[in-house]
């Protein structure tokens, strides 16, 4: 997998193992703020602007949260 | 200190809270019931004469040495298998009794060599000892009988000779391996005058036989029968001290036996809490790498990989590498550079790592190899119980009647604890056997051993563990086998009901499941029924758990089941992670990963962070830095150009062998500080020499939260402690550090750390051992957490919803691989393939099953190609019913077999870590080594050259 590709991935898994969470979104954006790093959500950030591709929607409004938080 | 060799006390501690009083020669003495009449002796002072006695085994009662008179008794029993009572009255030395003794040893010595100059046992054998302490003169009987002198000595074992001559047919060796280890490897062959000690079956000899060379037998032998072969070619030790095992993370405490500087042997310690006297073939005997030839002792550096290396001083390693590390971040960005601490080096040597690249490099790019063992478990039992660590201490293993087995196989990985609760499956405490479930997708050696057979194997396919576990909690749900009580006091309650309702619902009973899991539903509501009600309930699990994209998703299983079932919060009960290597628990505690400091607080929690900012004088960035797999891509992506990496070796040990060399190959500084040139060596630009164990000061934390002292016996080969190391580049970056020795980092760590508060190495030094936490609430440690309550207040159900792997079997690549370890050799082997230990296991091979095997035309022996959607490598096939059909298995340790060439970029979910137990392969005939092999070896052959360029061989 693509370094990119990888992300999208990790965020999807993020988001669907949080998913019997009562907020799943914010588990998930709660998650990625505890553990990921600048370069990588500045990464999804830049692809959230390409469109996102490929991010399943829980996993992209958790990816929006932490960009507004 | 001078030798001494430890106090035998002749038979084991009674753990009676009864005392009884009796008289023994005059005096009063006071002791447990159940304490023999010698162990009583012994501790006021008075040791009656024995051989077939010692208090690492029961009692036997043969050699007829240890009788004594008792007032008001007829005859003369003895002392061994007496147990003292209230009220006795017992002569040890009568008139007698000297007689009697007398006569026994004049008998043992009339068959026994009489080379006492010459012998190695001399000056530390009790057969020497007791014909002094008897005052044997004179053997009447002459020699010329029949007798055991002629016997040849089998030098079989690479570690000890039995030499049956010497051999007094006292059984200490046969009881040790029966009660000690639990292999039962040896007996007593035949009856009468033709007694003799023998190994696995009349064919065998001790390296043939089912031996695992743990060395109770040589520790048990009171004569030099079974004896160390360093003993034989060094001498007697003049001295021993004290210190802890480098290997696993059972963390066993050793004395390392010395003459001068030279190790003469490795004792297990009989005072150590880990292991309490016990050992296995790593710790007690492969310790050879430590003066191996290839070991590296002076630093060297390069310009590009593929120069030769050019051996360099210390001075000028320190400068080329801090003005390296300066020139890159000046050039590329303070978060252009990072490090990994390693689990196999001391807490001090760890936190100086981490604190090195967050005070002196500016970032939070700090990562251990804990991301690729335990990291789901510092993940799941935080969210669950509060705290990243196991429950338990190993001795809590003696209360549980109850062995939930899932993802580990103790008697090769853990293998002293493994004895330890082989002891307890034996119900050799007098007690029923414990039961065992035994949840693993191979027939590990515990499913069927001598003398234990698993109540339940639940084989599951592997990747479905949350699926079998969340099966068992429908069972134990559904049909009312929940600890109400406990749930109701000490969980959060609508946690509890919404994870109860998940459970319960039909899709995930164990019959829906069983399609999944391959699990017979009949056996697992067995299973799940006997976990819940047999009793006190343990569950111990390893890196089958944590290795899977849902690992973390396991961890928090296997804490909501033993929440569910009360079977949390007092001895015997638990959740127990079996850590991988020594220091595992120690690494992550001392704020290895990106996002913590030490002591599991967040970077981004203020006052944590301002605490360190204050004692360190520098500020500290609040974002968490990038992990091992981070690093590799900002590499490859040309924005991460340094790295410092302390006694590990990323490219054997962490996934994607091939994406790990490309990152490694984009930076222009990779520092490798190791003992040997490791793999990762081979891409590096600077080579600092490490320490061994053997030549440092500091403590590692086992898989109990135990912190152990390391204390040096010799100096370091290469002139520095590992911590020195780290401090002298510290200081050549221009950071005031100026540690004069490990205590003042264990020191800074207490003041820093809430859970180490109480730490010191005055303390350790008084107490041997600590478990963490201790502070004001636990001054002497905490050897069962969460006693009255979670750390973190109620327990949290979570709910784990089984959600498959998307490494997927299908028709290109239809079974299942899965990986693990072998007893004999450790982790990447780095350590283990420099000694003997080689004889037991010279090559990863590949397990695979009879049918599997045949339908390929696969024979045993044969080479084989192991093929995956990555990549592809060779090794030879081992045809095993131990498989199921579908799944294959091998070990990590060669570097030439590079498992992880095949093994995915799948982690998991909520960690990283990597997710090496299962992958998607093929198998199939070969005729050799594969062309990334033969390119692997090429590349490392050329990159190990140091000096002027040699001409290539011929």
Sequence with gaps: MEVLERHIYMANQIARNLQHEPDPPTAAADHIKLFWNARMLDMMYAHLDAGGDGLDAPAREALNQVRAS | MTYQPPKDFGTPESKSDEHVTLTIDGQDVSVPAGTSIMRAAAEMGTDIPKLCATDMVNSFGSCRLCLVEIDGRRGTPASCTMPAEEGMVVKTQTERLKKLRRGVMELYISDHPLDCLTCSANGDCELQDQAANVGLRDVRYGYEGDNHLGLETDTSNPYFDFDPSKCIVCSRCVRACDEQQGTLALTIDSRGFASMVSAGTGEDDFFSSECVSCGACVQACPTATLQEKSVKEIGKPDKAVVTTCAYCGVGCSFRAEMRGEELVRMVPHKEGKANRGHSCVKGRFAYGYAHHGERVLNPMIRTSIDQPWQEVT???????????????????????????????????????????????????NVDTCARVCHSPTGYGLKTTFGTSAGTQDFDSVEETDVILVIGANPTDGHPVFASRMKRRLRGQDGRDPAGLIVVDPRQ????????????????????????????????????????????????????????????????????????????????????????????????????????????????????????????????????????????????????????????????????????FEAEWGAPLDNQPGLRIPNMLDAAVEGDF??????????????????????????????????????????????????????????????????????????????????????????????????????????????????????????????????????????????????????????????????????????????????????????????????????????????????????????????????????????????????????????????????????????????????????????????????????????????????????????
């Excluded at chain 2, 194997?457 to 079998?468: D, F, I």
């Design chain 2, 314 to 364: 210390w001075e000028e390693a320190f400068a080329h590498t801090a003005s390296e590390l300066k020139r890159i971040q000046a050039k590329y960005g303070k978060r252009s550079v990072g490090g990994i601490t390693s689990s196999r080096c001391t807490n001090e040597e760890t936190y100086l790592v981490q604190k090195l690249i967050r005070q002196g490099f500016g970032n939070n």
């Design chain 2, 641 to 954: 150009k340094a790295i410092y990496i302390q006694g590990e070796d990323i490219l054997q040990s962490d996934p994607n062998t091939q994406h790990v060399a490309a990152g490694l190959e984009a930076m222009e500084c990779v520092i490798v500080h190791d003992l040997f040139l490791n793999e990762t060596a081979n891409y590096a630009h600077v080579f600092l020499p490490g320490s061994t164990f053997l030549e440092k000061n500091g403590t590692f934390t086992n898989a109990e939260r135990r912190i152990q002292p390391v204390r040096k016996v010799m100096e370091p080969l290469n002139g520095l402690e590992d911590w020195q190391v780290t401090q002298r580049l510290a200081q050549e970056m221009g950071i005031d550090w100026t540690y004069a020795h490990p205590s003042d980092i264990m020191d800074e760590i207490a003041r820093l750390t809430p859970t180490f508060a109480g730490v010191s190495f005055e303390r350790l030094d008084e107490e041997g051992s600590l478990q963490w936490p201790v502070n004001d609430a636990a001054p002497d440690g905490t050897p069962i957490m969460h006693m009255d309550a979670f750390v973190r207040g109620k327990g949290k159900f979570v709910v784990t919803d089984y959600v498959p792997t998307d490494e997927k079997t299908g028709p290109r690549f239809p079974l299942y691989l899965t990986t693990g370890r072998i007893l004999s050799q450790y982790n990447v082997g780095a350590q283990t393939r420099r000694t003997e230990n080689t004889r037991w296991h010279e090559e990863d091979v590949l397990d695979i099953h009879p049918h599997d095997a045949e339908v390929r035309g696969i024979v045993d022996g044969d080479w084989v190609k192991l093929a995956s959607r990555v990549g592809e490598t060779t090794l030879r096939a081992n045809v095993s019913e131990r498989m199921a059909p579908g799944v294959v298995y091998t070990t990590f340790h060669h570097p030439t077999t590079q498992a992880n060439v095949v093994t995915t970029d799948f982690s998991d979910w909520a960690t990283n870590c990597p997710e090496y137990k299962v992958t998607a392969v093929q198998v199939s005939p070969s005729n050799g080594p594969s062309d990334w092999q033969q390119r692997y070896e090429d590349q490392a052959e050329q990159s190990r050259r140091v000096g002027a360029v040699t001409e290539a061989a011929e």
């Design chain 2, 444 to 611: 590990i050696d515990l499913v069927k051993s001598p003398n234990i057979t698993a109540d339940h194997h639940l084989q599951l396919r592997p990747g479905t563990n949350v699926a079998v576990l969340t099966a068992m909690a429908h069972v134990i749900v559904t049909e009312g086998l929940t600890d109400d009580a406990f749930i109701k006091e000490r969980c959060d309650g609508d946690a509890f009901a919404d994870w109860a309702a998940f459970v319960s619902d039909a899709r995930n009973s164990p019959e829906t499941l069983e399609a999944v899991t391959q699990v017979p539903a009949d056996a697992l509501r067995h299973a799940a029924r006997l976990y819940a009600t047999g009793g006190n309930a343990a569950i111990y699990y390893g890196l089958g758990v944590t290795e899977h994209s849902q690992g973390s998703s396991t961890v928090m299983a296997i804490a909501n089941l033993a929440m569910a079932t009360g079977n949390i919060g007092r001895r015997g009960v638990g959740v127990n992670p079996l850590r991988g290597q020594n220091n595992v628990q120690g690494a992550c505690d001392m704020g290895s990963f990106p996002h913590e400091l030490p002591g599991y607080r967040h970077i981004s929690d203020e006052t944590t962070r301002q605490q």
